[in-house]
């Protein structure tokens, strides 16, 4: 905690709704913006940890949710949704979406794995 209020920039300004280039430079690893000092307490810690969304990669399936070969035709039988489904959101990602595209690709295909 020394090691990191002694590496916190203290000249620029915090801003919570920017990337403010208030760092912490020079431990490890460096923080590169809103690097407060945390010197008054009560503290409270909590863990933390990553977590994976999704992976925005997966298969290529059709507008029927039929998986496709790398040539464009589909696989009879195999049908794609949700988490499974690649290319979606390749260009961003709507906020909370990712639902919506396992109930929409996920209807898909179940209507055409039954037809
Ligand atoms: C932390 C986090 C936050 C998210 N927040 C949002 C959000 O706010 N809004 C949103 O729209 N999306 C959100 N998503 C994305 C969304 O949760 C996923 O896109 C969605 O759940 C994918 O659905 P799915 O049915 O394809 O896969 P999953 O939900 O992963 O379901 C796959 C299921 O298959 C089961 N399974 C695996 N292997 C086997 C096996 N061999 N035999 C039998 N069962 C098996 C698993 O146990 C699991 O229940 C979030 C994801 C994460 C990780």
């Given at each position: 905690?020394?090691?990191?209020?002694?590496?916190?920039?203290?000249?620029?300004?915090?801003?919570?709704?920017?990337?403010?280039?208030?760092?912490?430079?020079?431990?490890?690893?460096?923080?590169?913006?809103?690097?407060?000092?945390?010197?008054?307490?009560?503290?409270?810690?909590?863990?933390?940890?990553?977590?994976?969304?999704?992976?925005?990669?997966?298969l290529?399936?059709?507008?029927?949710?039929a998986v496709?070969?790398?040539?464009?035709?589909e696989i009879a039988g195999l049908h794609a949704?949700?988490?499974?489904?690649?290319?979606?959101?390749?260009?961003?990602?709507?906020?909370?979406?990712?639902?919506?595209?396992?109930?929409?690709?996920?209807?898909?295909?179940?209507?055409?794995a039954?037809?």
């Open positions: 905690m020394e090691a990191y209020n002694a590496a916190c920039d203290r000249e620029a300004a915090f801003d919570p709704t920017a990337l403010d280039g208030k760092a912490a430079r020079g431990i490890a690893p460096p923080k590169s913006n809103w690097a407060q000092p945390i010197e008054q307490g009560p503290f409270r810690a909590y863990p933390v940890t990553g977590g994976i969304t999704f992976t925005y990669g997966g290529r399936v059709s507008d029927r949710g496709m070969r790398e040539d464009g035709t949704c949700g988490e499974m489904v690649g290319g979606v959101f390749y260009e961003g990602y709507p906020g909370g979406s990712g639902l919506t595209s396992g109930a929409v690709f996920g209807r898909l295909a179940g209507t055409h039954a037809a």
